[in-house]
């Protein structure tokens, strides 16, 4: 009788403790606003943009990210507004974003035009119900935007 009991425990647990992963990231990063704090190499902040602390600060409804539970999401840089696509996983860290729509133009901006360039070549996110980093290459470097609720 306990050998049974403990056979059927063991088929059971993997459709208990089984997940989606792609659910647990949803749970994660929708229904916020995620604003753009900073952008960084490894732990040091990236300092290509000399005044990204006064742009971002004029700039208090732009560089945004909203992620929608149907893997749709809506972002904003400065007068450029794009919409698209979203794909990750909880249990290996990958990360896209696929931009399908984008309208306006930040080309006069270098740190707008990268914040659409870094969505767009995202590959990797860690984060928790506050803080989001998502992971992109710029240069061949290994970067990332790090995000707060806003």
Known sequence: MKTKILVLLLAILPILSGCNNTENVKGMITGKTWRLSCFMYN??????????????????????????????????????????????????NDFSMNITSIAGDDSQQVIATDFVK?????????????????????????????????
Request: hydrophobic share 30%; net charge neutral.
């Open 43 to 92: 732990d040091d902040l990236i300092t290509r943009y000399p005044n990204a602390d006064e742009i971002l600060k004029n700039n208090p409804n732009g560089f945004y990210l909203k992620f929608n539970e149907n893997n749709t999401f809506y972002g904003q840089a400065i007068n450029c507004s794009f919409s698209g696509t979203w794909s990750g996983d909880g249990k290996t």
């Open 118 to 150: 870094a969505v767009k070549a995202a590959y990797s996110y860690k984060g928790d119900d506050n803080i989001l980093s998502i992971y992109y290459k710029y240069n061949g470097s290994n970067e990332h935007m790090v995000f707060k609720v806003k």
